[in-house]
């Protein structure tokens, strides 16, 4: 028999009771939106990393955030029910998802919010949580000029999907992450309250909330703030052949004041062959250039390493964009005959990774499943990190780009959830494996864990980013001397453990509001 929201049903009536009783907790809420009953098939019960899928209850299309609030509601009534909010899939181990429990698809709710806000002399636009960044890029370009000023490299993800984490791309060692540039909220509580938060109004709540994984409030609304959007982007890649060097360069730049480096800095890792995914294909910018591998030393290793910077500016500023670039690649010590450059928009720059995306959905290998690993590795450590990880675990490659670049502590907001290796300068670490179905993928997630295990092994100085772990004692790890904090935050605002479930960060009791037959 089947068990749910209080209410025993036989088998065979099962499942046509609970159609029919979509319909009745739909209108008991009084939701504007709409509900639909789970299904292992359905968008709730997977996500992007295609590695976990679990049935939900129901699947939660909401009108706004009155919706969401009566839907929390509703689970703090029951002993276990759970709510996760869902923005477009991209999470990797099943971070979206409420097996049991009833998974809230924020895209309903994407054009809530779009509100250009002069304030005091500065720009800000109001979104909705449920809003695609990419959408946010084009609406605010095409209609202002203006745009956000830190980003993610991808844009199909969610407003409040980047901020309940950080937010990091190549313009965050100079504006922070997108957690550094957002002054107000909207949340649902765990509690089902719709609280407007921001640095002095409910700051526990703001502050915990960014990067708080879901744990704490669902983001129905954000204030971002903006800056007058260039025209045109300089695009540029250089290569190195030993690691020192590259990151040598690398913090020279993020280093530097602004006006006196480049507008974006990134880097990657690839192979030192001819492989299409991680090796020399991989860098030009322009299908029609090639690589030229003469120009490597021959006492290069099996892995080299790509610089890529940007240099925004105006269509009258072209002139002089030259004698800038050229200055700035002056300084730096990359291989001489091995740089590749384009010019393009600033939405087309923004928007680089759709290109890569239709690519890979071309060969057939988007919907398959990504393994990936995310880190943050201490300066200090990260020397060490290339030496093993790199040049001896990863010297193949991943079937996907290997990024590694170096980002500034003070940047960030030490007040919010998230939590950072120790010292000034760290280094992201980005395995995006793109592999197909069988033994490929429990060899890259066993990879995967073999990294996390060396890094804990040696003592690295490091912090997984979108972490996942399977245990409280990994958890209390992680955050360190923060978890104290982290667990208040908790108490204050989902004292039941009812958001983000499949964080499993905290549990309510074990799921059995739906009983599954056994076949």
Request: glycine content about 8%; charged content about 25%.
């Amino acid at each position: 028999m089947i068990a749910y929201l209080g209410r025993i049903v036989h088998d065979n009536d099962a499942e046509s009771k609970l159609d029919d009783d979509v319909s009745s907790i739909s209108k008991s809420l009084d939701l504007q939106g709409s509900i639909e009953k789970g299904d292992v098939s359905s968008l709730a019960s997977k996500d992007f990393g295609g590695l976990y899928s679990v049935k939900p209850l129901f699947l939660i299309k909401p009108s706004g955030a009155e919706d969401i609030s009566r839907v929390v509601k509703l689970a703090s009534r029951t002993s276990n029910l759970t709510v996760a909010a869902r923005g477009n899939g991209h999470s990797i181990n099943g971070q979206a998802m409420a097996e049991g429990g009833l998974v809230i698809d924020m895209s309903s709710t994407e054009k809530n919010h779009f509100e250009f806000l002069p304030i005091n002399g500065s720009h800000y636009i109001d979104v909705s949580g449920g809003a695609l960044w990419e959408d946010v890029l084009t609406r605010c370009v095409s209609r202002y000029g203006y745009a956000p000023r830190s980003w993610t490299d991808y844009l199909s993800l969610t407003v409040g999907g980047t901020l309940s984490n950080a937010g990091v791309s190549g313009q965050a060692f100079r504006y922070g992450p997108q957690t550094s540039n957002v002054t107000e909220l909207e949340v649902v509580t765990g509690k089902g309250e719709i609280t407007v938060c921001s640095e002095t109004l409910n700051s526990e709540l703001f502050f915990g909330v960014l990067g708080g994984l879901g744990q704490f409030g669902i983001i129905t609304r954000a204030r971002i703030k903006l800056q007058q959007a260039p025209d045109m982007v300089r695009w540029i890649r250089v290569v190195y052949s030993e690691f020192e060097e590259f990151t040598r360069d690398a913090e020279f730049l993020v280093t530097q004041k602004e006006g006196e480096s480049f507008d974006y800095v990134e880097g990657f890792v690839f192979c030192n062959n001819d492989d299409p995914f991680n090796g020399w294909p991989s860098v030009p910018l322009d299908p029609g250039h090639e690589f030229n591998p003469t120009h490597i030393s021959q006492t290069a290793g099996s892995v080299l390493y790509c610089l890529e910077v940007a240099f925004h500016y105006r269509n009258s500023d072209h002139p002089t964009v030259d004698t800038a670039v050229n200055g700035l690649l002056g300084r730096l010590r990359f291989v001489e005959g091995l740089k590749s450059q384009v010019d393009v928009s600033y939405t087309k720059f923004l928007l680089r990774v759709n290109r890569a995306e239709e690519q890979v959905k071309a060969n057939g290998t988007w919907d398959g499943p990504h393994p990936w690993l995310n880190l943050f590795v201490s300066k200090s450590d990260v020397v060490n990190f290339d030496r093993t990880v790199f040049k001896t675990m990863l010297k193949d490659g991943v079937g996907g780009p290997m990024l590694i670049y170096p980002l500034l502590r003070s940047k960030w907001d030490d007040r919010t959830s998230v939590v950072l290796p120790e010292g000034e300068i760290f280094y992201i670490v980005a395995l995006l494996r793109f592999v197909p179905n069988g033994p490929s993928v429990e060899k890259s997630v066993a990879q995967n864990r073999e990294i996390v295990n060396w890094c804990i092994k040696v003592g690295l100085d490091f912090k997984l980013y979108l972490p996942h772990y399977q245990s409280k004692e990994d958890w209390e790890r992680h955050f360190g001397n923060r978890w104290s904090r982290f667990v208040e935050r908790k108490a204050s605002f989902d004292l039941m453990a009812i958001l983000a479930p499949g964080q499993n960060i905290f549990r309510r009791d074990p799921p059995n509001i739906i009983i599954s037959r056994e076949f």
